[in-house]
C-alpha cells in the first residue's frame, strides 16, 4: 500500500512539475529580466533546481554515477540550457 501511494505522488508530482513549471530560461524570458536581475534570478532558479533534482534522486534511491548522470540532466532540463 505504501508503495503504491509512493508511485502516485510521485507520478503526480513530475507530471505537475513538467505542466507547470517552464525553464529558467523561459520564465526569465517571460519577465523579460535583464542584468543583474537576470543573473540573480538564473542563480535562484539552478540551486532551486538542483535541490529538486537532488530529491528526485533520492527518491529513485538512486547512488554513484547514476545520481549524477540524473541530476545532471535533470538539472540542465530545468535551467533551460
Not at 32 to 61: E, I, P, R, Y
Not at 66 to 75: I, L, P, V
Amino acid at each position: 500500500m505504501k508503495r503504491i501511494l509512493i508511485a502516485t505522488a510521485l507520478i503526480l508530482a513530475a507530471g505537475t512539475a513538467q505542466a507547470a513549471e517552464a525553464s529558467c530560461k523561459a520564465a526569465a524570458a517571460e519577465k523579460k529580466l535583464a542584468g543583474a536581475a537576470l543573473n540573480s534570478f538564473m542563480t535562484k532558479c539552478q540551486k532551486d533546481a538542483v535541490a529538486k533534482c537532488d530529491l528526485q534522486a533520492a527518491d529513485k534511491k538512486l547512488a554513484g554515477a547514476a545520481k549524477t548522470s540524473f541530476t545532471k540532466k535533470c538539472t540542465t532540463d530545468a535551467v533551460g540550457t
